[in-house]
């Protein structure tokens, strides 16, 4: 059984009448003679099968610059629905297996000055976007979502999850001193220089294992990019979020293998501080 945070009225199966969403904000217009430029906004998109699900997160976007939408090989109709729905969208198709390769090859192809990453489920709510914009304007490099601080919640994680997710937040907090509250979540935004940071591969030919994934891949990929901005002493800011229920079909990740990957990346990043630092302060001098 999920544990819900908070009542919310029960979105399952519901249909999406867009006359009834709420109205949504838009994001900043442009600029006043002389002031900073706005800037472009990118929204990346991992898919798998979630053709029934694209409505609902589409018709809850506020305006950005661009959508990339990274399928993993759906058999349903979710390349057809997302180009019916935004015919402007790019779809790229990722070049491995899993979550994580597929966020890599969208950030690869985003040509925007801030990258949000969002799901295709329902779970992240688009509407929350501008909250992630804000704190990136305000001075964040990476604006991470969290279920945990005071005005955020779940009703999509069940105890398993929730319980998984808070020692390893622990952990992750002790070994990288980091003050994280929600290590395992999929909804941020940062500013796009951090991909120096994130130095993840887009482009290596899947491997010949089992599951034919390479280390970064799958679900640990969240964990990857906290540990790797908290190594590089990126400005981190977290902003509360509201994760929803799955709106239809079910969830591709197994608490416990997923869980595991999650810890085996811990102990792989986990190095001396100063040699992460030192690493940066050369892709920097570059
Ligand atoms: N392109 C792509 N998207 C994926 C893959 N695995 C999961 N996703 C997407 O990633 C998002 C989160 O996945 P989900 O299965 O809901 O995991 P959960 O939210 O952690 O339970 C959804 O939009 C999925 O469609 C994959 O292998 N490739
Ligand atoms: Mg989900």
Redesign the pocket.
Known sequence: MPTVDRVLPDETDAVIDISVIPAIPDLPDDPEDGAEPEPRISVI??????AQ?LPHVFARLPQVDEIVL?????TDDTVAVARRLRPDIRVVV?NR???G??LACGFAEATGDIIVM????G?TDPLEIPRFIEALREGADFAKGSRFQPTGGSA?ITRLRRAGNKCLSMLVNVLFRTRYSDL?Y?YNAFWAHCLDVFDLDSTSPAPDNADGRLWGDG?EIETLLNLRAARADLKITEVASF?HN?IH?????NALT?GVRVLRTIAREWRPRKAGSRRVAERQAR
């Open positions: 998109v991992p898919a798998l099968n979630e699900n990274v399928d993993g090989g759906s990722q297996k899993g979550k390769n597929a969002i799901d295709a489920d779970s999509d395992c999929g679900f994760e799955r079909g079910v969830s591709n990740l997923d």
